[in-house]
């Protein structure tokens, strides 16, 4: 039987599912669980600037050729990296990811129907913040979901932030914006505290990039960083077999250095 990802995170982290910013609307959302998170930093996460972080994860040399970085040493436990830019992960150069598929199967007579209604509230002028906006006010958060296909949320509405992010991705397709499902990291900052989550997402392609479409984030007052493990490249049935791959590569524990100036002793 094929591991659902809220099962592969209890695997992993044992005692640390839940919240951490309980009184965030972020962390109510549904993301996929919390990551033990320490801080030798009480500045604001400046959303451009560079920020050191050490990645505690299972297999660390795994993870640095994820993020194609140099691996630590044998026996380190962490890995240091700097967030800058949203990382770019090329993914499979063929596809256009505008295609209809098992699971962003747009074409489906929900998700159609749900794609009208945006149209008519935006007007029949596409944002990426007119989509986040509108899947936001529909969606109601429910942690805990399996992995479910986009016509599945449209007909629910109801998920976390697996289904977010496929939901967003369905609509992206259905106006011929490509769009993708990403997996990894969100490191969150209010007030000068600092907490990470495994998280997905969506991705839309603008201006030549891959840039962040994340509608669990809207109501979220702080400042956030992302940081992609990998894309959902799989969007056949065997989609939850290519989840569990990212496994070693998940982050066990987030250390926050400060901003990459910063001489941290």
Same mark, same amino acid.
């Given at each position: 039987m094929l591991l659902r990802m809220e099962s592969v995170a209890r695997a992993l982290l044992p005692g640390v599912l839940g919240c951490i910013l309980c009184t965030t609307s972020f962390a109510q959302s549904g993301v996929l669980f919390a990551i033990p998170t320490e801080s030798q930093s009480n500045q604001p996460l400046t959303p451009n600037a560079p920020w050191r972080i050490a990645l505690e994860a299972r297999d660390p040399a795994a993870l640095a050729r994820v993020l194609n970085v140099a691996a630590p040493a044998a026996n380190a436990k962490a890995l240091s990296y700097t967030l800058e830019s949203y990382p770019q992960i090329s993914g499979n150069p063929a596809r256009t990811w505008l295609e209809s598929s098992f699971v962003i199967d747009y074409q489906e007579p929900d998700v159609a129907k749900l794609y009208k209604a945006f149209l008519q509230v935006a007007r029949h002028e596409w944002a990426r913040q007119q989509l986040l906006d509108f899947i936001s006010g529909r969606m109601t958060a429910s942690p805990g979901h399996a992995f479910e296909v986009a016509s599945q949320v449209a007909r629910s509405l109801t998920g976390d932030c697996k289904e977010y992010a496929v939901l967003t991705a369905a609509l992206a397709r259905s106006a011929g914006v490509p769009a993708r499902v990403a997996l990894g990291l969100v490191l969150l900052e209010y007030d000068g505290r600092y907490a990470a989550f495994g998280h997905a997402w969506a991705e839309i392609r603008e201006d030549n990039k891959w840039?962040?479409? *994340?509608?669990?984030?809207?109501?979220?007052?702080?400042?956030? +960083?992302?940081? !992609?493990?990998? %894309?959902?490249? *799989?969007?056949?049935?065997?989609?939850?077999?290519?989840?569990? +791959?990212?496994? !070693?590569?998940? %982050?066990?524990?987030v250390v926050v250095l400060g901003a990459a100036t910063t001489d941290v002793r």
């Amino acid at each position: 039987m094929l591991l659902r990802m809220e099962s592969v995170a209890r695997a992993l982290l044992p005692g640390v599912l839940g919240c951490i910013l309980c009184t965030t609307s972020f962390a109510q959302s549904g993301v996929l669980f919390a990551i033990p998170t320490e801080s030798q930093s009480n500045q604001p996460l400046t959303p451009n600037a560079p920020w050191r972080i050490a990645l505690e994860a299972r297999d660390p040399a795994a993870l640095a050729r994820v993020l194609n970085v140099a691996a630590p040493a044998a026996n380190a436990k962490a890995l240091s990296y700097t967030l800058e830019s949203y990382p770019q992960i090329s993914g499979n150069p063929a596809r256009t990811w505008l295609e209809s598929s098992f699971v962003i199967d747009y074409q489906e007579p929900d998700v159609a129907k749900l794609y009208k209604a945006f149209l008519q509230v935006a007007r029949h002028e596409w944002a990426r913040q007119q989509l986040l906006d509108f899947i936001s006010g529909r969606m109601t958060a429910s942690p805990g979901h399996a992995f479910e296909v986009a016509s599945q949320v449209a007909r629910s509405l109801t998920g976390d932030c697996k289904e977010y992010a496929v939901l967003t991705a369905a609509l992206a397709r259905s106006a011929g914006v490509p769009a993708r499902v990403a997996l990894g990291l969100v490191l969150l900052e209010y007030d000068g505290r600092y907490a990470a989550f495994g998280h997905a997402w969506a991705e839309i392609r603008e201006d030549n990039k891959w840039v962040v479409a *994340d509608a669990t984030a809207q109501k979220f007052a702080g400042a956030a +960083r992302y940081l !992609p493990f990998g %894309i959902l490249e *799989d969007e056949g049935p065997g989609f939850e077999m290519a989840v569990t +791959r990212l496994t !070693p590569v998940w %982050i066990q524990r987030v250390v926050v250095l400060g901003a990459a100036t910063t001489d941290v002793r």
